[in-house]
């Protein structure tokens, strides 16, 4: 996500105005995932909070690598991959 948002044509590719779309989504999103994490441990379970926020990044990132699978088989299956 850092490197993915484009600039202007003949801008240089490492722009700093540019890093800081990049960045402050990837932040959020860490943030947001860690407070998951601590609300699932306010619902009373046995374990404690760093297990339930190491949970919800490791179920974040299970759903990125099915979506990447899902994506890769499905353009598979559409002959635009071989």
């Not at 932040?27 to 441990?41: D, E, F, K, R």
């Not at 297990?51 to 635009?80: E, P």
């Amino acid at each position: 996500m850092l490197f993915v948002v484009p600039g202007g044509p003949g801008e240089p590719f490492l722009d700093w105005r540019m890093f800081l779309y990049g960045i402050i989504p990837m932040i959020l999103s860490v943030v947001l995932i860690a407070t998951a994490g601590w609300l699932w441990s306010r619902a009373g379970g046995p374990h404690s909070m760093g297990t339930y926020i190491k949970r919800a990044f490791q179920g974040a990132v299970s759903a990125i690598l099915l979506f990447w699978i899902g994506l890769i088989v499905a353009a598979h299956l559409q002959g635009r991959i071989p």
